[in-house]
């Protein structure tokens, strides 16, 4: 994958695939047990509401029709 200039006349980025994260992972989990011990840090959004921002940011996007972020 190349990042060229606007005239396409210069590769100014070159990316490896090797590097690239697949789109979709089949599962994904994590444990904030380290976070906590190592830095104190403790969620202040509970993971369901979490959840539900996240699909209404989606549902915003989709619905303005700004599906590239």
Do not use: N
């Not at 980025?13 to 904030?32: N, Q, S």
């Amino acid at each position: 994958m190349r990042g060229h200039s606007a005239d396409k006349s210069r590769v100014l980025v070159r990316i490896d695939p090797k590097y690239f994260r697949p789109t979709e992972v089949e599962l994904l989990i994590g444990d904030p047990a380290k976070a906590k011990e190592k830095l104190g840090w403790v969620p202040k959004i509970p993971m369901q509401e979490l959840c539900k921002e996240m699909v209404a940011s989606d549902i915003a996007l989709v619905e303005k029709g700004d599906l590239t972020s």
